[in-house]
């Protein structure tokens, strides 16, 4: 037995409150892999008075000397990784090659916008007047709130942070309450590479205390949230109340369409990649597919085939190629979708809506009907619905008919199609011959509909836009 990680509170600098509240391994029962602290609207309100009172400063620290901070922030995030990543296996269940991987994309992250200290932040324009120049430059925002969810635990809070810090802003962030530690080492790595006190903050505890008292704070002028789309929609009223900026990324239903000139295998490993890998808990993975008759045998064969491949287990086994579901109320949520699908009439080719403990086998449900609950509603599990479609257009036009507009796919050969789907999906990503979940850091990232905000981008230099305003000023020279 390992004894629990003990997460705790950054606030101003210092590493506080008791860390009480328990979070167990999802995949070894009886296992208390952290203990963190429950914070209170009290922490909030420290944490943001010490975030308001660094960041005039920081923002007046040299753009290169911020930059400087977050590739050294990287460094040792690099040298700590397999303690990184082992903490966030116990605390989340992927498994530790998802896991090394994830701390890998907050190190890359931070070298990212690290390296943006020496990009140029503003442009110099001619003026319509005699003897004056006209510049623009990109002001920090000043203090920004971060909510982030349980399912990138190191990624989503390091790739919102270091754009809001290379800006100059000070940081409030609340991760999500199951995973509680792999934050704190982000805060801990951002801390010993000399960041100055408060200017990242971290308060542990519930959405509706901790989370809330964030939003409210008239003192925090701008949030970037990941999570739910109901949590997303309510957050965004209480932001727009007081006219402060809001970045949504909510919920996904990314589908996949194969149609007959696909290559099957290469579709199936598409689909199954995107529907499987990270146990499916991931906002872009693939949750539905739209097949064509010609390939649909063909493709249903191998994919079958390729769950085979996802055999759930401990994520510190190295014999496991699937993580286990993060919770019980996850759980639930996987089994009862699977459940009310077969009551509807689908078919399983591959899993059942049974379980062992928190190990839940991918699960492929065929002949479902396009409107089923299945096939529209998130499910953020290992499950994916096959849905028969006649022909590209049918299955186009199926596919545009949701909610959520995050990543969809298409399988092909075919030039023709591919730039047609790109063109017509609605969709903020599209991946051809790619599957839906897996993106690039340095590329803008967010959906439209319900997935998202759809105002500002997350990730590579679009990411800087939501944390600046921009300036304009004109000179007069003579
Ligand atoms: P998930 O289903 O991924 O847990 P949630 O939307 O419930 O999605 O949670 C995402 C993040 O939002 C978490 O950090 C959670 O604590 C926080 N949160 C939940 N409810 C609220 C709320 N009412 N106000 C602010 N933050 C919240």
Redesign the pocket.
């Known amino acids: 037995m390992t004894t629990p990680a003990l997460a705790r509170h950054l606030i101003d600098g210092e590493l506080l409150g008791e860390p009480m509240k328990e979070r167990a391994n999802p995949a070894r029962i009886g296992e208390i892999a952290v203990l963190s602290p429950s914070g209170t609207p009290a922490d909030a309100d420290d944490a943001i008075s010490a975030a308001v009172a660094a960041q005039p400063q920081w923002a007046r620290t040299p753009l290169p000397a911020r930059g400087a901070i977050l590739l050294k922030a990287a460094e040792l995030l690099r040298e700590r990784t397999p303690q990184v990543a082992a903490d966030l296996v116990r605390e989340e269940g992927k498994t530790i090659g998802e896991a090394t991987g994830e701390v890998g994309r907050a190190i890359g992250v931070l070298q990212f916008f690290g390296s943006l200290g020496w990009a140029s932040t503003g442009s110099t324009f001619s003026s319509a007047l005699p003897g004056t120049t006209i510049t623009t430059r990109r002001e920090p925002i000043g203090v920004v709130g971060l ?5 990138f635990p190191i990624a989503i809070p390091a790739w919102k942070a270091a754009p809001a810090l290379i800006s100059g802003n000070a940081v409030v962030l ?5 995973t509680p530690m792999s934050a704190t080492h982000l805060a801990v790595a951002l801390h010993d590479a000399g960041l100055p006190h408060g200017v990242f903050n971290v308060v542990h ?4 205390v ?3 008292a ?2 409210r704070d008239p003192r925090v002028t701008a949030l970037s ?8 929609l ?2 965004e009223k ?1 932001l727009q109340t007081r006219r402060a900026r809001v970045q949504l990324e ?1 919920g996904g239903k990314n589908g996949v369409l194969v149609i007959d000139d696909a290559d099957a295998r290469r579709a199936a490993q598409v689909v199954s990649a995107g529907g499987f890998s990270l146990t499916g808990q991931a906002c872009t993975a693939t949750s539905r597919v739209y097949v064509t008759p010609g390939i649909h045998d063909e493709f249903l064969d191998a994919l079958a085939e390729f769950a085979g491949n996802y055999t759930p287990g401990d994520g510190l086994d190295n014999a496991s190629t699937m993580g286990p579901v993060v919770s019980d109320d ?1 759980l639930q949520r996987d089994v009862s979708a699977v459940q009310q699908a077969i009551d509807g009439g689908a078919r399983l080719l591959t899993g059942s809506a049974d379980s062992d403990g928190l190990r839940f086998a991918p699960v492929i449900a065929i002949d479902v009907e396009h409107t089923a609950p299945i096939a529209t509603e998130e499910i ?1 599990g290992p499950v994916v619905a096959v849905i028969d479609v006649p022909d590209y257009e049918a299955g186009l036009s199926a596919l545009n008919d949701s909610a959520y507009g995050l990543t969809a796919g298409i399988c092909t050969t075919s030039l023709k199609y591919s730039s047609d789907f790109a063109d017509r999906v609605q969709a903020g990503v599209v991946k051809v011959n790619r599957p839906t979940s897996g993106l690039d850091l340095h590329v803008p990232f967010g959906g439209i509909k319900e997935s998202s905000s759809n105002t500002f981008r997350e990730q590579g230099h679009s990411a800087t836009q939501f944390y600046t305003w921009e300036k304009t000023t004109y000179i007069g020279t003579e």
């Open positions: 909510i982030t969810p349980w399912n609340k991760p999500a309450e199951l505890g519930g959405g509706r901790v989370g809330d964030i939003a949230f990941t999570g739910s789309t109901t949590v997303g309510g957050l209480t909510m996850q953020f």
